[in-house]
């Protein structure tokens, strides 16, 4: 039997400490200049094998290439010529920390790796963590001036989470996420050059156009085979993470919160503590990679998984600003009779938002669109059987406000640059604590005073002229605003328990593991146009589990894109995550009415799997694309798939269903037709598509107990 060794562990005399999770091993080595350097990253070796590897330190080809390796945060000293992950200033302008032999810690499935500087009063704390459920590794990073009142401040160009460092493989391909409003999400797949990549938001949010989120292989992964590094950071504000591929074949990235150009100062006994950054190995392909975060996801980040999500309507796209009592009253009506759970009143409620010009800020509801407030509207959607949502935009503000006219100072500006207006608001600056106190306060009394069970929390744009009158480190704001939102959301959350929040900035800018650790869900992308859908469900899926995926059925037309497509089509795409309703059901006919109360119920029949099962996204040849999603048990299965165009004389061939046991029988849940487990992996099954574009199905299958 070999001996079960520890989930984390240091051996003081190798230098080496060993992080351990079901399917890998994470090994690093504190070499005798102090620094701690990657050593191994894959499947689990024992530690005979762990010291048969090479020392961190590559032979040195060359004077210029004395110290070439890859650091767990590298410290701008010595000979490293990489992008460093910590970058400081000491008062008397020295640049970059030289570390003296480490010290650890280990506490739990936790390990901190204490490093302190030779000279200067700075510590740093490499801090890990695993569990026993999970592959995922968290990394973080706390850097504290340990001096006293004589010492002066020291400066922090850049402060990373962590470090990261591949294997020598023959060849690496970078898998990442980019897009833009209505867009988002889209997956690129493609060979890593020898160069810095910088994948970066400067905007004080996410970002539509890039995530924080990149998987590497050597170029031959599929979704089922090849090993492949994920790694994500829980962050969402401004954020960079620099890939680097060296000319002799390393490929390390170092990563964290922050943008370039931007410093933040401690003083004597001050910390910084950064986000997590998080990582996982797989040998199993990227569908097992994003299996393995779905599951980390729901574990251990959302604040509660195991709820079923509603299926919700919005009044969105139905009545945009032009919303009041009686309209609202009506489109609740129809959404509780085709099976709706939840009532969500979008922008336009309140102040004199009329329009995009005027009224963010002033939280309090429209007096000639609701007379007598919202607590109406509230009990008739309550009586409904419906849980009651509202729309709100904390963070920012019209000039055309009441707020604006009391507080112009609140605002993230430079008095002596013009400020730009994006979609006429500007972003309130959270940083400071009377604003973080203003906000809760007014969404606190807003939830208490209205019955109200669900906030979808926007943003609708991002920083700029991002400065801080007055403030001597301004570019704190960077760090401390994202913070007050994140503490905004748990002291709700902590005081009303049933409230759930849903993230969203203009869609899916601002979805990361550090805003879903106290939202339930994400409004994914304001496209709802279904074919647009699949390819930003595709890559949404990469990373985030489906129940965390906002999808809603709208009108066809699409508003965005203007294509029109079946109903059935729609529900089948967004049935895929959370599903819920956003056309303007006051203008479906009655036919149309009753096929979504019908396609709501099949999707209620399937929740539990989509929501909480286990997802094998699938493709076939003709343009057909399917996600499957499994019981943890295989009981169950549900199969989503999707035909958007059609070309002559092609019929999909049968779709093979992988995640299906060969030695069990199936039955489908819909006609009662039994099925071989054996022939569904190895020869699929027929997909008896409708004819035409827009074809879809679903596949409910049951596991047969004879
Ligand atoms: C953003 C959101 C939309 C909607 C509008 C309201 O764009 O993503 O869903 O709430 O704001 O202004």
């Known amino acids: 039997m070999p001996a079960v060794l520890p989930p984390v562990s240091f051996d003081p005399a190798r230098g080496v400490a060993e992080l351990r999770t079901p399917n890998s091993l994470y090994a690093l080595r504190v070499d005798a200049d102090g620094s701690p350097r990657h050593l191994y990253w894959g499947p689990p070796l024992d530690r005979a094998a762990l010291d048969t590897l090479p020392a961190p330190h590559s032979p040195a080809r060359s004077s210029f290439e004395a110290e070439a390796a890859a650091d767990e945060l590298a410290p701008q000293s010595g000979a490293r010529f990489g992008p460093a992950g910590l970058q400081v200033r000491f008062a008397d302008g020295t640049r970059g920390a030289q570390w003296r032999p480490a010290d650890h810690r280990i506490t739990g499935g936790e390990l901190r790796i204490l490093l302190t500087d030779r000279h200067f009063p700075l510590a740093a704390e490499l801090c890990y963590r695993v569990r026993p459920d999970s592959d995922v590794i968290e990394r973080w990073t706390e850097l504290r001036h340990t001096g006293g009142p004589g010492d002066g401040p020291i400066t922090v160009d850049r402060l990373d989470s962590a470090s990261w460092a591949l294997p020598p493989l023959s060849d690496y391909r970078i898998s990442h996420l980019v897009g833009g409003w209505n867009s988002e999400f889209q997956l690129l797949r493609d060979r890593l050059p020898v160069a810095e990549t910088v994948l970066t938001s400067r905007r004080g949010l996410t970002g539509h156009h890039a995530g924080p989120w990149l998987a590497l292989d050597d170029g031959s992964a599929t979704e089922e085979h090849g090993e492949v590094w994920s790694t994500t950071l829980a962050w969402s504000g401004s954020w960079r993470i620099t890939v680097h591929r060296d000319p002799v074949g390393r490929t390390t990235w170092t990563g964290g919160f922050g943008h370039e150009g931007l410093s933040w100062t401690l003083h004597p006994g001050e910390r910084l503590t950064t986000p997590i950054f998080a990582g996982l190995h797989t040998s199993h392909g990227f569908g097992a990679a994003s299996r393995a975060w779905h599951d980390h996801v729901r574990t251990h980040v959302l604040p509660d998984a195991a709820h079923d999500r509603p299926v919700v309507y919005n009044s969105w796209e139905a009545t945009h600003f032009d919303v009041d009592h009686r309209g609202q009253l009506l489109l609740a009506r129809r959404a509780a009779a085709l099976g709706a759970e939840l009532f969500v009143l979008d922008d336009g409620w309140f102040g004199a938002r009329r329009h995009d010009r005027a009224g963010l800020g002033d939280w309090t509801?429209?007096?000639?669109?609701?007379?007598?407030?919202?607590?109406?509207?509230?009990?008739?959607?309550?009586?409904?059987?419906?849980?009651?949502?509202?729309?709100?935009?904390?963070?920012?503000?019209?000039?055309?406000?009441?707020?604006?006219?009391?507080?112009?100072?609140?605002?993230?500006?430079?008095?002596?640059?013009?400020?730009?207006?994006?979609?006429?608001?500007?972003?309130?600056?959270?940083?400071?604590?009377?604003?973080?106190?203003?906000?809760?306060?007014?969404?606190?009394?807003?939830?208490?005073?209205?019955?109200?069970?669900?906030?979808?929390?926007?943003a609708n744009r991002a920083f700029t002229e991002a400065a801080w009158p007055g403030r001597p480190d301004p570019d704190r704001l960077w760090i401390d605003h994202t913070r007050a939102v994140y503490r905004i959301m748990d002291r709700l959350r902590a005081d009303h328990p049933h409230l759930r929040i849903?993230?969203?900035?203009?869609?899916?800018?601002?979805?990361?593991?550090?805003?879903?650790?106290?939202?339930?869900?994400?409004?994914?992308?304001?496209?709802?146009?279904?074919?647009?859908?699949?390819?930003?469900?595709?890559?949404?899926?990469?990373?985030?589990?489906?129940?965390?995926?906002?999808?809603?059925?709208?009108?066809?037309?699409?508003?965005?894109?203007?294509?029109?497509?079946?109903?059935?089509?729609?529900?089948?795409?967004?049935?895929?995550?959370?599903?819920?309703?956003?056309?303007?059901?006051?203008?479906?006919?009655?036919?149309?009415?009753?096929?979504?109360?019908?396609?709501?119920?099949?999707?209620?029949?399937?929740?539990?799997?989509?929501?909480?099962?286990?997802?094998?996204?699938?493709?076939?040849?003709?343009?057909?694309?399917?996600?499957?999603?499994?019981?943890?048990?295989?009981?169950?299965?549900?199969?989503?798939?999707?035909?958007?165009?059609?070309?002559?004389?092609?019929?999909?061939?049968?779709?093979?269903?992988?995640?299906?046991?060969?030695?069990?029988?199936?039955?489908?849940?819909?006609?009662?037709?039994?099925?071989?487990?054996?022939?569904?992996?190895h020869r699929g099954i027929d997909l008896d598509l409708p004819s035409g574009d827009y074809a879809s199905r679903l596949i409910h299958l049951r596991r047969h107990r004879p």
């Open 365 to 458: 509801p429209h007096p000639g669109a609701f007379p007598d407030g919202l607590r109406p509207l509230a009990d008739e959607v309550h009586r409904l059987g419906m849980a009651f949502g509202l729309w709100v935009e904390p963070e920012m503000v019209n000039r055309d406000s009441d707020l604006y006219r009391a507080h112009p100072d609140w605002v993230v500006h430079s008095p002596t640059r013009t400020a730009t207006e994006l979609r006429h608001q500007l972003v309130l600056n959270f940083a400071r604590p009377e604003v973080e106190a203003w906000a809760l306060r007014t969404l606190d009394r807003l939830v208490r005073d209205n019955g109200v069970d669900w906030l979808k929390w926007d």
């Open 502 to 681: 849903e993230a969203c900035a203009g869609g899916g800018g601002r979805v990361d593991l550090g805003i879903l650790a106290r939202t339930d869900q994400a409004w994914t992308s304001d496209n709802t146009d279904p074919v647009d859908r699949i390819a930003i469900q595709h890559g949404y899926s990469q990373l985030f589990p489906a129940a965390t995926m906002a999808a809603w059925i709208t009108d066809s037309p699409n508003g965005a894109t203007g294509r029109a497509t079946p109903l059935r089509f729609r529900a089948h795409v967004a049935m895929a995550g959370v599903l819920g309703l956003g056309g303007d059901l006051t203008a479906w006919s009655e036919d149309e009415l009753a096929e979504a109360a019908d396609l709501v119920a099949r999707y209620k029949r399937i929740r539990p799997l989509v929501q909480r099962g286990r997802q094998y996204r699938l493709s076939a040849p003709d343009g057909v694309t399917a996600v499957h999603y499994a019981a943890a048990d295989g009981a169950e299965h549900a199969v989503l798939v999707w035909r958007p165009a059609t070309r002559f004389g092609h019929q999909p061939p049968a779709l093979r269903l992988p995640a299906l046991d060969a030695h069990t029988d199936y039955l489908d849940a819909d006609t009662g037709r039994r099925y071989s487990g054996a022939v569904l992996r």
